[in-house]
């Protein structure tokens, strides 16, 4: 079955369009993708490991994909991280910190970060997407970006983190 998205303008403005996954957006078209930054109660984040067959193999990341037809960015989300992970964030603090456009990727980019404890036993991988599983410490995740084993969607680690009071780290 196809993946359906909405289709938004450069003002995040929907438009009456539908498009389906795999197939380019012409210019001046957008779609929302998210990601979910969690930290338990000890200060940890939540890490996974990107199967090796998919794009950027072998990295870690947060969970994430694209919103669906119909989603609003948290419903997206939300779904997301129960698909990839098993997890249920919808009784987490949650909060929408970051919304970019990026213009290369033809997508506005919500960063979604949650306090949620859970044990790594909880997590269901979903095996087509991910791999591997862990929760790091601050110290680990800074070590894991200079050793270039961070995908893409963790670039933004510092601006995230270690800027913003709600989220500190321990």
């Not at 369009?17 to 990601?35: A, M, N, Q, T």
């Not at 419903?75 to 129960?82: F, T, Y």
Request: hydrophobic fraction near 35%; glycine fraction near 8%; charge should be negative.
């Amino acid at each position: 079955m196809a993946e359906i998205w909405d289709v938004f303008d450069k003002d995040r403005k929907k438009l009456n369009k539908k498009h389906e996954r795999g197939v380019p957006l012409v210019e001046g078209e957008y779609h929302i993708v998210v990601s979910a930054w969690i930290i338990n109660s000890e200060g940890m984040i939540f890490v996974q490991k990107r199967h090796p067959q998919k794009p950027h193999p072998n990295l870690w990341e947060c969970p994430g994909g694209s919103i669906l037809e119909g989603e609003s960015s948290f419903q997206g989300i939300i779904r997301e991280v129960e698909e990839e992970i098993g997890i249920n964030l919808r009784d987490a603090q949650g909060e929408l910190v970051k919304s970019i456009r990026r213009d290369h990727h033809r997508d506005f980019y919500d960063v979604w970060l949650f306090k949620k404890d859970f044990s790594e036993h909880d997590v269901l991988l979903q095996e087509t997407e991910v791999v591997d599983s862990k929760w790091v410490t601050r110290d680990e995740l800074e070590k894991m970006w200079e050793n270039g084993e961070l995908g893409h969607t963790l670039g933004n680690i510092h601006d995230l983190f270690w800027g913003d009071s709600r989220w500190t780290l321990r």
